[in-house]
T-cell receptor, first 111, second 119 residues
């Protein structure tokens, strides 16, 4: 099984719809992150969480919300999706020794 | 704030040529980590290397080598005798504290360099 699992892997949704991307990890790490990658660009930090009760905004949090349901689960929601949120989304966990585990990515298209 | 710059947007080489991908970073932290990732067309991120800011030794792994120079804030990546399978987007990333001094870290990525190796 993968260390970090993202679902769904691919999703096409309509403008204005709510969508949730889920991330779960088996590493027992306390730190979890959501990144977004636009075509031809690097990854930008959306939200990060260092504990179930410790959630922080990243560089591009507008239009997104997150939920840390448990240490192993960190979900990203788009309350009302818009086309410029079409991107590849990555979840990551980081061990205190700075070993970083990425999920395989979730391709989201908003039409 | 920290920043990673990959000035080369796209590089095209012919198979067996050597190629160097540049990475320049900015940070005020004294302790940080530098990474290189490969992103093939399928989209996943493949970890290549992690380098601690206190370790300036260059590293070689097969056809891959990395040149870390703290004096110029650079962490360049060289592929020797490139192959078609090396075609991908390569990202340089910096792990630094957010906000500074709290011990919390996140990765800051460069915009990536797309490498195309022609047969």
């Amino acid at each position: 099984d993968a260390d970090v699992t993202q679902t769904p892997r691919n999703r096409i949704t309509k403008t204005g719809k709510r969508i949730m991307l889920e991330c779960s990890q088996t590493k027992g790490h306390d730190r979890m992150y959501w990144y977004r990658q636009d075509p031809g660009l690097g990854l930008q930090l959306i939200y990060y969480s260092f504990d179930v009760k410790d959630i922080n905004k990243g560089e591009i949090s507008d239009g997104y919300s997150v939920s840390r349901q448990a240490q192993a689960k960190f979900s990203l929601s788009l309350e009302s999706a818009i086309p410029n949120q079409t991107a590849l989304y990555f979840c990551a966990t980081i061990h205190r020794g700075n070993t970083i585990y990425f999920g395989e990515g979730s391709w989201l298209t908003v039409v | 704030a920290q920043k990673v710059t990959q000035a080369q947007t796209e590089i095209s080489v012919v198979e067996k040529e050597d190629v160097t991908l540049d990475c320049v970073y900015e940070t005020r932290d004294t302790t940080y980590y530098l990474f290189w990732y490969k992103q093939p067309p399928s989209g996943e991120l493949v970890f290549l290397i992690r380098r601690n800011s206190f370790d300036e030794q260059n590293e070689i792994s097969g056809r891959y080598s990395w040149n870390f120079q703290k004096s110029t804030s650079s962490f360049n990546f060289t592929i020797t005798a490139s192959q078609v399978v090396d075609s991908a987007v390569y990202f340089c990333a910096l792990s630094g504290r957010i906000p500074r001094g709290t011990g919390r870290r996140a990765l800051t990525f460069g915009s990536g360099t797309r490498l195309q190796v022609q047969p």
